[in-house]
């Protein structure tokens, strides 16, 4: 157990936001909150990938320093992808966030159902 | 110019989504103009694809000229180039509703084609990471739709389909991690022909990664018990955006479920891992038989239209799994004719709603005089969907019944069957009420009945009551294609036999 | 036998498919639509009968529609077995025709459009049903049949009426569900669903467990519209429909597209060799023989005359099925006779219950004590058809239900031989006390009649038919005087009140006005359809060989491989 935190530490810490973030979009009742969940989950798939892509000893891919063995360079660029896609989806549900407060005024999950269902 | 095509089904309708919000400082109301102009040169682009596919078989494209499995790759094969063509006729023919039915803001246009973007995008990659990005273009785009309607429960819906979507995407992402850590490769021919050598198929990693990218797929089909976003999102946005989601956005994702089990884990990981197909074709039947019965339980003819989808899909799904040549090509023909009659039945409920007030079960009754043309056309999707001959929810259903037949699953057949029993129970009650039932709601009394009833769907921007030619007509258009598309299936038949060999050929 | 390519077996179903939107668009002018409805009655007929000579020298009009994949291939043939099916429904198509006429308007039906266009659609698809010539095309048009009868069932539009669709449409496509599953089956172990004379010859060789699993779901599919028991109880139900729809669909297209599917089943996809050796033919047989015989006895307890016809019906379908069951060449015979003969003979009789119910609003077969005076001639032929019914010589009842026994003989199944005369008994006991009544007995002093009374238990409100005990009270008061007689939307044709305080049927306080024999009793729209179809069962019993049906079955059976006659 203590030789799987040891070697494999990145993993623990992926499964710990992963986790994390579920939690707080199932459970939290404020929506706000559960945005943030969302966001928390989505940086533990971030931080999966990157940590892929790490290699001991291995240089930035950048041919001209010195030579071998590189890092993937390959996770990098589709976890920059991946940041846009998320910072995009967290304002779209800002802004709806925000809308549903002035329509409603209130962002309690439990409150809203029972206007939502009125 | 021809060999670009693949990449222009995409940048034109992202290039013609910005259009329109340049051209809000000069007119407010040029967006449905802009969209049209754009949807009528990718429906041209796309029937120019297809017929690309059909005469010369699968078209690949490398993005910017890097090499296949380094760089991202587009392809085109008979399944991919039908459902491109499906997206753009669809998004045309929705545009001819929206005309009158709004919303009319130039912003809703951008992000309609967006949305057409994004479903291209999703048709034609051929890389699984691609997909990812073009699904969650899609999925911004169709949250920002829902949320177009003018009720405040629009933006409730769409938060709740923006978060479990999210969730979805995001299983998927992670399990295309999964899939690189196994393979080192993204590109889905590539990833086809390492998975079983390089990974073995009960791998665990390989099982993990099949179990998220599907688990995450299913959320955006909506499959039970994935699908509780689908009946929020179609009721409560705006009729024009009901018909095209409805539509579209799930069945292009079925679609790439279909490319994920068939481009990428292939047929021989579905035999050589049976839990795992059983484990999807228990999902779908469950789907099946799951969603009927939520169907009938509802009281509002839009949401029992959704879970009818969370049906239907499970129906495409089951098609797909089971995964004999007959049986594929039975889902993918379910998977387009549902695309046209959902798309039709929505937009009737819309064109119905305006007419009389009706959103409910019961305030649908009596009204096959009021809308004559609406209801007829509305009870002949119903029909078809139901899987009356010879109408095209038959012919897809038969494929799929002799694929299982021939693969000797009979649960999977039972439940198929059944499924025509099912789907007749929810449409009977609608249809009945239709002809067979004394109105509650008179034209008299309509403005009163309209304030009583939670109106289910909104109509944006305020546009009036009044129902156009055009989206009446494109209700009927529906209906005959219906049918019609039934003579189209020995080609379709003929295209995917010839471009899908290596998933056809066991 | 040689195939010919010919547009008239499409035609022949077109013609009446084209006419639904002539006969929507032309609802303000009520009499050309009826004209429209007419003229492509008799233009079906026509291009029906105009391919008899043609079939019965031995040739088959072939017209496919194309593949549309595996299995799905849409083709239209001609043969002696579908020109029977055919020529029936299209020539009782025009007496019906005449016959609807003078009961919408006779009753002031709503919804007439409606009504006629759904007719129309229904006997397209009964054509092509009749002229399908594989599973599949079979299966098409059997659920079209579906779907186009099911605005007549539900025509009246109560509550009554709505549940008795819902249960037709329940039935009658899970039955289509069974076809589909046994079509496929059939499929994937020949590789056709052609109809072939003497059946595939690929399933006397398949898997005998999918074989049989196979005959069953079809015979099971289409034993519920051909109102098999246990699959037989909405047909009662659906007598709820108008009368001339209760003629012409529910005695002669819907339940025998049912008998004809089976027919086909039997004769040209398994083939009676096939069929005896996988041993199929026995468990069929005992399930027609009794439902022939427990829907007599039921008809015994039924006082509504129209649910008393439709037992009958479930009965009399029975011996067709029993006698293709039989698979023997008389039996064979007998049976496929019994389908225009039945069909001639029902419909009399539910034409005779229907212009009673429009000139009298009488629907219980209590009430009609002395009727024959009020409707000589509809009674007369009403006594007809039940003699025929019966199997009494010079009707046509009397030819098939010979053959049949015959047949029944000669295949040792002396048991199903017992079975078809005790039955015919029970026919006779269940017609004759209405005929007797009609014309013995008056209003005043009639008899009870051998209905089974007296509840054997439970509620004492409850009757043993299962209906409420409010109608017999309202049934046995007269009325002042005819005017009284209420308005047609508030009784249906089951005699069930819509509103407590009015009465529905039953003879005026006078007693019956006489009627002389010369049609005063009624209009001659319907009188002249009764007496028509009451003409050609008795020409069928009198001269049954110069008539042509007896001709084409004797060809039909003539045909089949394997069959000695």
Same mark, same amino acid.
């Given at each position: 157990m203590l030789g799987?935190?040891?070697?494999h ?7 710990l936001?992963?986790g ?7 459970e ?6 559960k945005?943030?969940?969302?966001n928390?989950?989505?940086?533990g ?6 940590t892929l892509a790490?290699r001991a000893?291995?240089?930035?891919p950048i041919i001209e320093d010195g030579?071998g ?10 976890i920059l992808?991946a940041?846009v896609?998320?910072?995009s ?6 802004a ?5 407060y002035?329509e409603?005024g ?6 809203l159902k029972?206007l939502?269902?009125d | 110019m ?5 990449v222009?089904?995409?940048v ?9 919000l340049v051209?809000s400082?000069?007119?407010?109301r040029?967006?449905?103009a ?5 949807v009528?040169g990718?429906v041209?682009l796309a029937?120019l694809l297809?017929?690309t ?10 993005v910017?000229g #890097?090499?296949?499995?380094?760089g991202?790759?587009?392809v ?6 039908a459902?491109?063509?499906l997206v ?5 023919g929705?545009?001819a ?6 919303p009319?803001s130039?912003s809703f246009y ?11 995008g999703m048709?034609v ?7 990812y ?8 785009a169709a949250?920002g739709l ?5 009720e405040?429960k629009s933006?409730?819906a769409?938060?709740?389909?923006l978060?479990i979507?999210t ?5 998927y992402?992670?399990?295309v991690?999964?899939?690189l850590?196994a393979?080192?490769?993204l ?6 022909g ?11 990693l390989v099982l993990t990664? #099949? ?8 959320v955006?089909?909506a499959?039970?018990p994935?699908h ?12 024009t955006v009901?018909?095209?989601i409805s539509?579209?956005?799930?069945t292009v994702s079925?679609?790439a479920?279909?490319?994920l ?5 292939t047929?021989e990981?579905l ?5 795992a197909?059983?484990?999807?074709l ?7 038989v ?6 009938v339980?509802q009281?509002?003819v839009?949401?029992m239209l ?5 049906s239907?899909?499970?129906?495409v799904v089951?098609g797909f799994?089971?995964g004999?040549?007959m049986a594929?090509v039975?889902?993918s023909?379910?998977l387009l004719?549902?695309?046209v ?5 929505f937009a009737a409920?819309?064109?119905i709603?305006?007419k009389?007030?009706?959103?409910t079960l ?6 096959g005089?009021?809308v004559?043309v609406t209801a007829?056309?509305?009870s002949?999707?119903?029909?078809a969907m ?5 109408a095209?929810?038959f012919?897809?259903k038969w494929f ?16 198929l ?5 099912l789907t007749?129970?929810?449409?009977a009650?609608?249809v009945?009420?239709?002809?067979f ?13 309209t304030?009583d ?7 944006a921007d ?22 019609a598309?039934?003579?189209a299936v ?7 036999n010839?471009t899908?060999p290596?998933?056809?050929?066991q | 036998m ?8 499409l ?9 639904i939107?002539?006969?929507l668009?032309?609802?303000r002018?009520p009499n050309?639509?009826e004209g429209?409805?007419i003229?492509?009655?008799l233009?079906?007929?026509?291009i029906?009968a105009s391919?008899v000579p ?8 072939v ?7 595996p299995?799905?291939?849409?083709t239209?043939?001609v043969?002696?077995?579908?020109l029977?099916?055919?020529l029936?429904?299209?020539l009782?198509?025009?007496v019906?025709?005449?016959?609807s ?5 006779g009753?002031?039906?709503h919804?007439q459009?409606?009504y ?5 659609a ?7 049903v009749?002229?399908?010539s594989n599973l599949?095309?079979?299966f098409?048009c059997?659920e079209?049949?579906?779907?186009s009868?099911?605005?007549?069932v539900t025509?009246d539009?109560?509550?009554e ?5 819902r ?5 009658t ?9 046994g079509t496929?089956?059939v ?8 109809f072939?004379?003497?059946?595939i010859?690929?399933?006397a060789?398949?898997?005998?467990t ?11 599919g289409?034993?519920v519209?051909a109102a ?6 909405w ?5 709820v429909a108008?009368t001339?729809v209760?003629g012409l ?5 819907v339940v ?8 086909? +089943?039997?004769?040209?996809v398994y083939g009676t ?5 996988l ?6 047989a005992a399930?027609?023989?009794f439902t022939?015989?427990t829907a007599?006895v039921?008809?015994?307890r ?6 008393r016809?439709?037992?009958s019906t479930?009965?009399q ?6 006698g ?6 008389d039996?064979l015979?007998?049976?496929l006779l019994?389908?225009?003969a039945h069909?001639?003979?029902k419909?009399?009789?539910f034409?005779c219950?229907g212009?009673?119910?429009v ?10 004590a002395?009727i024959?005076?009020r ?8 006594g007809v058809a039940a003699?025929?019914?019966?199997g009494?010589?010079l009707?046509?009842?009397?030819v098939?239900?010979?053959y049949l +026994?015959i ?17 015919g008994?029970?026919?006779?006991a269940?017609f ?10 008056s209003?005043?002093g009639h008899?009870?009649k051998p209905?089974?009374e007296?509840?054997?238990g ?5 009757r043993?038919d299962?209906?409420d005990?409010?109608d017999?009270?309202?049934e046995?008061?007269?009325v ?6 209420p ?6 044709h089951l ?5 407590d ?5 039953g003879?005026?306080?006078?007693g ?9 009793e009624?209009?001659?729209?319907m009188?002249g359809?009764?007496l028509t179809a009451a ?12 008539v042509?049906?007896?001709r084409?079955?004797?060809?039909i059976?003539?045909?089949l491989?394997?069959?000695?006659l």
């Open positions: 799987l935190l040891d070697s530490y990145n993993y623990v810490a992926v499964m936001l992963l994390i973030g579920l939690y707080m979009l199932v939290s009742r404020n929506l706000v909150k945005v943030i969940g969302m928390v989950f989505q940086t798939i971030f931080l999966f990938f990157i790490f000893g291995g240089n930035p030579g063995p590189y890092v993937s360079p390959l996770p990098h660029v589709l992808t940041i896609v998320g910072v989806l967290t304002a779209v549900a800002l709806l966030l925000i809308r549903i002035t409603y209130t962002l309690d999950e439990d409150k029972q939502y269902y | 021809i060999d670009h095509l693949p222009l089904l995409v034109l309708p992202i290039l013609g989504g910005a259009v329109p051209v400082l000069l007119h407010e040029a967006g449905w802009v969209a049209t102009l754009t009528a990718q041209a029937g297809a017929w596919v059909e005469t010369s078989g699968t078209v690949s494209y490398e910017g #890097f090499a296949a499995p380094y991202i790759e587009l085109v094969d008979g399944l991919s180039a459902v491109a063509l753009a006729v669809v998004a045309l929705v545009l509703y929206a005309r009158h039915a709004g009319r130039n951008s992000l309609y084609l967006l949305l057409v973007a994004g479903l291209t048709s990659t051929g890389d699984v990471f691609n997909l990005v073009f699904l969650e273009i899609t999925g911004l949250y829902v949320a177009s309607g003018d405040a933006a409730v769409a938060l709740k389909y978060i979507g969730v979805g995407a995001s299983l992402l992670l399990g991690g999964y899939l850590a393979t080192g490769t590109n889905m021919a590539d990833l086809a390492k998975l079983g050598s390089m990974a073995a198929y009960d791998s665990t990664a #099949f179990g998220l990218m599907v688990g995450g797929l299913t955006k089909v499959l039970f994935l509780t976003w689908q009946p929020d999102a179609y009721a409560n946005a705006p009729d009901s018909a095209f539509a579209l956005v799930s079925a679609y479920l279909a490319r089990l068939f481009s990428v884990f047929v990981f035999s050589a891992v049976p839990i197909r059983w484990a999807l228990g999902l779908a039947c469950v789907s099946v799951t969603g009927s019965a939520l169907a339980s009281s509002s839009q949401r959704a879970y009818s989808s969370v239907q899909f499970g129906l089951a799994t089971v004999t040549p594929v039975g889902a023909v379910h004719g549902h695309a009659m959902k798309g039709g039945l409920t819309g064109v709603e305006r009389t007030g009706a959103t019961n305030g649908y009754a009596g009204m005089s009021r004559p007829g056309a509305f002949v999707l119903a029909l139901v899987g009356v001959p010879p095209i929810g012919v897809g799929i019944v002799f694929g299982a037949v021939k693969a000797e699953i009979w649960p999977v057949v039972v439940v069957l059944a499924s025509t029993l007749l129970a929810y449409f009650r609608l009945e009420r239709l002809y039932a004394e109105a509650t709601i008179h034209a008299d009394e309509q403005a009163d009945a304030a009833v939670p109106a289910d769907a909104t109509v305020g546009s009036g009551r009044a129902v156009s030619t055009g989206m009446v007509a494109v209700v009927v258009a529906a209906a005959v294609l219906a049918v598309l039934t003579a020995p080609a379709f038949e003929q295209v995917l010839e899908l290596q998933l056809l050929t | 040689t195939d010919i390519t010919s547009l008239r077996p035609f022949a179903i077109l013609v009446s498919a084209l006419a939107p002539v006969i668009s032309l609802e002018r050309v639509r429209v409805t003229a492509v009655a233009a079906k007929f026509a029906v391919m043609g079939v019965l020298s031995g040739t088959r009009y017209f496919s529609l194309g593949k549309f994949g299995g799905i291939e849409l239209f043939r043969d002696p077995l579908g029977l099916f055919g029936l429904a299209s009782l198509w025009i019906t025709s005449f016959y006429i003078g009961y919408m308007r009753l002031d039906e919804a459009t409606r006629f266009a759904s007719f129309a229904s006997l397209a698809s009964a054509v092509g009749a002229f399908a599949l095309t079979l098409v059997y079209l049949l579906t779907v009868t099911y605005p007549l025509h539009e109560t509550d009426a709505r549940a008795a669709g249960k037709y449409l329940a039935y496509f899970g039955g289509g569900v069974a076809v589909l599953g496929v089956l499929f994937v172990l020949t590789g056709t669903t052609a072939t004379p003497g059946g010859e690929a399933l060789t398949a898997d005998p999918l074989a049989r699993a196979a005959f069953a779901l079809l015979a099971a289409f034993g519209k098999l028991m246990p699959a037989h109880s047909l009662p139900d659906a007598m108008p001339p209760s669909l529910h005695a002669v297209a025998k597209s049912g008998v004809f599917g089976i027919a086909r +089943v039997v004769l040209d060799g096939t069929m005896e050796q041993g199929v033919g026995l468990p069929l399930v027609a023989a022939l015989l007599s039921i008809a015994l039924q006082d509504n005359l129209k649910r016809l439709a037992y479930i009965s379908l029975s011996y067709i099925v029993l293709l069951a039989l698979l023997k060449g039996a015979i007998g049976g019994h389908i225009p069909a001639f003979m419909l009399t009789l034409f219950a212009a009673i119910h000139e009298t609003h009488t629907d219980d077969i209590s009430d009609m002395g024959g005076k409707m000589p001639l509809t009674m007369a032929a009403f003699a025929g019914m019966a009494i010589p009707v046509a009842g009397f098939s239900k010979w +026994v047949g029944a003989l000669d295949g040792g199944g002396l048991v199903f031989a017992a079975a078809l005369l005790v039955s008994v029970l026919n006779i269940y004759w006390p209405i005929v007797y009544q009609a014309y013995f007995e209003p005043e008899d009870e209905l089974l007296g509840p054997l439970g509620r004492d409100v409850v043993t299962g209906g005990a409010d017999d009270t309202a046995s008061s007269p002042e005087s005819s005017e009284d007689i308005e047609p939307q508030h009784v249906d005699g069930k009140h819509h509103e305080d009015e009465h529905h049927g003879p005026p306080a006078g019956w006005t006489k009627s002389g024999w010369r049609g005063g009624s209009t001659w729209f009188l359809p009764i003409t050609l069962s008795l020409l069928l019993g009198t001269v049954p060989n110069s042509v049906f007896l084409i079955v004797t060809t059976v003539g045909n491989p394997g069959v000695t």
